[in-house]
């Protein structure tokens, strides 16, 4: 597999039944301006609210995350059999089991175990929108492509059977291109199945828990024996946890480890079983002996840990002000000081004020507490958290904490939604004056969370309806549009690019010239990896020919780089060598040329440029002259553009170069028009 492969577009989200591997908010360390969100996905996100993955290189992070999980995969029963069946000439495999077997990661590995170094990864996605009704078309199907439709979480039984309807056409496109197509099914699928996709289908079962948990604590390096995994606090965990509780477990064991370094493996495994089996119970009986103020600081403190004291204060304070409780008529100097109020809560700052609980994870059992239990708070919690955020004068790195756990927690509830509201919310503050723009970082944040790895499909999902419906609106408030066009590049685009692409062209359309001009360009940027160029180009295809926006010519000739498509470092071939792309840019320059684009004299000056290339450079002039369905006026327009360039040339030696490449344009202009002239050297005058 190795490093190679570092381009997949379409598959990061290896959360769920995601084998033993380890995901939390722990901090990451980042070099350079901005402020990182943790949380399963790695961001920079500056104070204008734009998102920048860490990475070296475009679209590594799916392939190093894939590369992770299969350090931490173990084989379940039936892995074996279902890679044979995605080996037969049906090259397709359904997969279904119990929530918390690993299908989803059983799936990603299949694909990845089955893969050339070149192929492109993509996750279909259940849910479509206006303009993504063909998302199962078999004409999407790219050579070699590897495709991932996880349905485990649909509860339909009818929108299960639409999708079959599909799928056989699909798949017939899939063999034709030598790809390979896994399914995720619902648990208990065989009432649902067609026939013809009965002989497809694979249950797995969970992995043993003792493999699946020593494996994960291998790849994170901590050692121990074989012996040590025999221990009563483990064993039921080990018998029949979901994978993603052992995940967790996992994490548990390296945060006590991180606690207590000197200490044994026993005593490690101990305080993380403690964390899991004794946390809730013990927060419940904590709340239900507190006042309410001691509940605010406390929930507060779980909101907050690792911020200063300080901070929490503030913000218990807003909570209560937000439920409107009654301030306390002691004067401050007759009330417990801060420690003490912490302290009574089992809060203990640190040397440099920052606040912690005593036990491992205990501020996760406080957070879930509150928003298990009090769910007719949740709408007051949510707009707590927006005022911390909006209006305290917390710290960037106090309200980065903030938003991540509160994203834990509305996935959690049910309530992805609430992230939405917020991130709207705090774009509408980005132009105050108290808040400048750094607001936007933070609803820029809440979206990136909620589309992340860690969302369930369903959650995200919602989120990205949420963004379908707001890019749609061509007087969306600016600062908004700004955040949706950085989200969808740099969020979106890692596990859905074709959803992201459709929702950048509608933002391509906003009213507002730095909306549309820079989602042109966040599609320029994706288009220097060849593989999302190859989706942006089916795409831009299906659009011009069928529900062509305005903007929408000016997209494609935004991406239309001629060095783009002659560029073989990744790839054995040019893409214009390929006979599918040149059909679908002749499209596309057709659009352009008829509707006389801005900024089309440029790009097909840099298109004369390229084409100097020898026999890929006339492929470019080619795709220019069949653009213009031998049209006279068009061609005419070539050789005009063509003649003045040459003209321009600064020196002799270069007008001379130039010169010859506008003697090729004539000659194909005048075979383009039947022309048979003996003068095999074009007879235009240049």
């Not at 707009?383 to 903030?402: F, S, T």
């Not at 890019?471 to 989200?487: C, D, W």
């Not at 929702?503 to 906003?510: E, I, K, M, T, V």
């Amino acid at each position: 597999m190795g490093a190679d492969r570092a381009a997949f577009v379409g598959i990061e989200q290896v959360g769920g039944d995601v084998g033993a591997s380890v995901a939390g908010d722990g901090a990451q360390v980042h070099g350079g301006s901005g402020h990182q969100i943790n949380g399963g996905l790695t961001f920079i996100v500056t104070e204008s609210g734009e998102i920048h993955r860490r990475r070296t290189s475009q679209r590594t992070l799916t392939a190093d995350q894939l590369a992770r999980l299969k350090v931490r995969f173990i084989e379940p029963h039936g892995y074996w059999q279902a890679k044979k069946k995605l080996g037969e000439s049906s090259r397709t495999v359904l997969l279904s089991g119990k929530a918390g077997s690993g299908r989803r990661s059983t799936a990603l590995m299949l694909l990845y175990n089955s893969a050339t170094p070149d192929a492109q990864f993509r996750e279909l996605p259940v849910e479509t929108d206006e303009e993504e009704q063909d998302s199962l078309d078999p004409e999407s199907v790219q050579p070699g492509e590897r495709l991932l439709l996880d349905m485990s979480a649909e509860e339909q039984p009818e929108k299960f059977r639409s999708v079959q309807a599909k799928l056989e056409s699909l798949r017939g496109a899939v063999v034709v291109n030598e790809g390979a197509l896994v399914v995720v099914l619902p648990p208990d699928p065989d009432h649902l199945l067609l026939p013809e996709f009965s002989r497809l289908h694979v249950p797995i079962e969970r992995p043993p828990g003792k493999a699946v948990l020593s494996k994960c604590l291998e790849a994170e390096h901590v050692g121990f024996a074989e012996q040590d995994l025999e221990q009563e606090s483990l064993k039921e965990h080990l018998a029949d946890a979901a994978l993603r509780d052992l995940d967790r477990l996992c994490q548990r064991i390296l945060e006590a480890k991180h606690a207590n370094p000197p200490g044994a493996f026993a005593d490690w495994v101990a305080r993380a079983c403690e964390a899991f089996a004794k946390h809730g119970e013990q927060v419940a009986a904590q709340i239900r002996e507190s006042s309410a103020p001691q509940r605010a600081i406390v929930l507060a403190a779980a909101m907050l840990k690792d911020s200063h004291a300080d901070s929490v204060q503030a913000a218990a304070k807003s909570l209560l002000s937000q439920l409107e409780y009654p301030e306390e008529e002691k004067h401050v100097l007759e009330r417990d000081g801060l420690d003490d109020v912490l302290r009574s809560v089992k809060v203990v700052p640190n040397g440099s004020r920052k606040i912690a609980f005593d036990a491992i994870s205990y501020e996760n059992a406080v957070r879930n507490h509150f928003w298990t239990n009090f769910p007719e708070l949740r709408d007051d919690l949510r707009d707590w958290v927006g005022e911390c955020v909006g209006d305290l004068e917390l710290a960037d790195d106090d309200c980065d904490r903030l938003v991540l756990r509160f994203a834990e927690q509305a996935r959690r509830a049910g309530r992805i939604n609430d992230l939405c509201v917020l991130a709207e919310q705090w774009t509408k503050q980005a132009g105050r004056p108290r808040r400048p723009p750094r607001s936007a970082r933070w609803a820029a944040a809440a979206l990136a969370h909620g589309l992340g790895e860690v969302s369930s499909p369903s959650a995200a999902g919602d989120i990205r309806k949420k963004i379908y419906e707001w890019a749609a609106q061509p007087g969306l408030a600016v600062h908004l549009a700004q955040v949706l066009v950085s989200v969808c590049a740099e969020v979106m685009a890692e596990t859905h690019p074709d959803q992201a692409v459709v929702r950048l062209r509608l933002l391509a359309s906003h009213n507002a010239q730095e909306v549309a001009g820079a989602a042109k360009s966040a599609v320029s940027n994706l288009a220097q990896d060849n593989r999302f160029y190859r989706r942006f180009l089916w795409w831009m295809n299906s659009w011009l020919t069928q529900q062509s926006r305005p903007s929408d010519a000016a997209l494609f000739l935004v991406a239309s780089d001629p060095q783009r498509l002659l560029d073989t470092s990744s790839r054995s071939a040019a893409l214009i060598t390929n006979r599918t792309v040149r059909r679908q840019l002749v499209v596309g320059w057709r659009v352009v040329l008829m509707r006389e684009v801005d900024g089309w004299l440029a790009r097909v000056e840099e298109w004369l440029v390229a084409s100097r290339g020898g026999e890929l450079g006339s492929l470019l002039l080619n795709v220019l002259v069949e653009s213009t369905d031998g049209e006279l006026a068009k061609l005419g327009a070539l050789h005009v553009t063509s003649r003045d360039w040459a003209a321009a040339g600064p020196d002799d030696k270069e007008r001379a170069v130039r010169q010859r490449t506008c003697r090729e344009l004539a000659r194909k202009i005048d075979a383009a028009q039947g022309l048979q002239l003996a003068d095999v050297k074009g007879t235009g005058t240049c």
